[in-house]
């Protein structure tokens, strides 16, 4: 427990004096056929929120609220037309993420780093995150590995996930992949553009997320 002692609780929660602060949480079933996403960065009372489904076979489901306002207590917002709630149950052991919302879904998944039009869905995700080790430090906050139990609900029913998951919680800095992503193979695509401009391609294996940043006029930066 040494490395949650260092860190301390209350970095699982806000940092009041950090001019920008985020958390995001990653799950996928084992083998890399369905994974979600969910992130939040806030900047003040002002915020970009980011979710997202992808499953064999399937568009990609798109979720994203940018430089949006609604902040309520603790890590509730709720924008025009959405809710979402990001829950510490337990430091460094169990977090609750949810959110009723409506998405898009992609063809192309590279569309979500443009105007990310699409078919509009409604979804609805209610996540379990457990830690099953100690988070790790990282430049301005930390990273952990997990489990996630997930139910997606879909207009044509009900998604489950349960299996491998991380998160990540950084303050005083956006967070953005620092490193390029491990880019061996294709799996299922998961871009998202930030409201900076700034384009994430994430991809899921049968290893995991990988994530890198993207040159939206390289159009080889999307090839890993």
């Known amino acids: 427990m040494g490395e949650v002692s260092r860190l301390n609780a209350r970095d699982e929660g806000r940092h009041a004096d950090a001019a920008v602060e985020a958390w995001w949480f990653w799950g996928y079933l084992a083998g890399g056929t369905a994974g979600l996403f969910v992130g939040l960065e806030l900047r003040g009372q002002r915020f970009d929120y980011f979710a997202g489904l992808v499953r064999t076979g399937s568009p990609y489901l798109h979720v994203a609220e940018l430089d949006s306002t609604g902040l309520r207590s603790g890590l509730e917002i709720k924008p025009p037309e959405m809710w979402a709630d990001h829950r510490c149950d337990e430091p460094f052991r169990q977090w609750?993420?949810?959110?009723?919302?409506?998405?898009?879904?992609?063809?192309?998944?590279?569309?979500?780093?443009?105007?990310?039009?699409?078919?509009?869905?409604?979804?609805?995700?209610?996540?379990?995150?457990?830690?099953?080790?100690?988070?790790?430090?990282?430049?301005?906050?930390?990273?952990?590995?997990?489990?996630?139990?997930?139910?997606?609900?879909?207009?044509?029913?009900?998604?489950?996930?349960?299996?491998?998951?991380?998160?990540?919680?950084?303050?005083?800095?956006?967070?953005?992949?620092?490193?390029?992503?491990?880019?061996?193979?294709?799996?299922?695509?998961?871009?998202?553009?930030?409201?900076?401009?700034?384009?994430?391609?994430q991809v899921l294996t049968s290893t995991g997320w990988h994530a890198w940043i993207v040159d939206n006029g390289d159009p080889d930066a999307l090839r890993p």
Request: hydrophobic share 35%.
């Open 96 to 201: 609750s993420v949810g959110h009723e919302a409506h998405g898009v879904l992609l063809d192309d998944p590279g569309d979500a780093l443009g105007n990310a039009y699409g078919r509009p869905v409604p979804v609805t995700f209610d996540i379990e995150w457990y830690g099953l080790a100690e988070p790790e430090a990282i430049a301005g906050g930390y990273v952990q590995r997990g489990e996630v139990d997930a139910v997606v609900e879909l207009l044509e029913g009900e998604l489950r996930i349960e299996g491998p998951a991380s998160r990540v919680h950084v303050w005083g800095r956006p967070w953005t992949p620092t490193a390029p992503g491990e880019r061996t193979g294709w799996g299922l695509r998961a871009p998202y553009r930030r409201s900076d401009g700034v384009g994430i391609e």
